[in-house]
């Protein structure tokens, strides 16, 4: 089995940072309006922009689109 490298522990801790803050579901404010993870959404993977989209406008948001690594479905709201 391989050693483990400063280099290759560092490069896996930001890759698994960055996974964790993009799928945590906080609240991102980006002028007025804030994106969150729908609670509404049936689908494990977010594949139709559409149907996202009418989920959260249902739940009382702008809009929604499928963003993310893991493809959620993320509500656009106002702050």
Known sequence: MGKFTPL???TTLILLSV???T???SITVEGK???VL???YSGMVCVNNIDCNICCQ???AESGK???F???CICTKPC
């Open 58 to 60: 249902h739940e009382g």
């Open 70 to 72: 893991f493809f959620r």
């Open 19 to 21: 996974l964790l803050t």
């Open 66 to 68: 499928c963003k993310g």
């Open 23 to 25: 799928e945590m579901g």
């Open 33 to 35: 309006t804030c994106d």
């Open 38 to 40: 729908s609670v509404e």
């Open 8 to 10: 290759s522990v560092s």
